[in-house]
């Protein structure tokens, strides 16, 4: 089954607004990037990471760089989390 792009849409518009909420919540800031899928995850004024979307078929949320810093793995554990708590009637995938 084909997912169209307007579900696809609104689910990338609905994941981006709890892992917003989520992150501000806990002191993060996020900002878009003009005319990209990218938003900025700041976690200090000089250290941010990039949070992307991959579209079909990966379909997921990719946080760069990829390393083991311990920062870095705080944040992904807090986008996953408000990703788990949205509805699964948006066009997602049962895991």
């Not at 307007?6 to 689910?11: D, G, I, Q, V, Y």
């Not at 501000?24 to 990037?33: E, H, P, S």
């Not at 992307?52 to 990829?66: D, E, F, G, K, M």
């Amino acid at each position: 089954m084909k997912k169209s792009k307007a579900t696809e849409a609104l689910r990338v518009a609905t994941d981006i607004a709890a892992i917003k909420a989520a992150l501000y919540k806990r002191g993060y800031r996020l900002r878009k990037q003009p005319k990209q899928p990218v938003w900025k995850v700041i976690d200090t004024p000089d250290h941010f990471y990039k949070l992307t979307y991959q579209p079909a078929p990966i379909s997921a949320w990719v946080l760069h760089p990829q390393n083991n810093d311990i920062r870095r793995q705080a944040i992904e554990a807090i986008i996953q989390d408000a990703i788990k708590k949205q509805p699964a009637n948006l066009g997602r995938r049962a895991s």
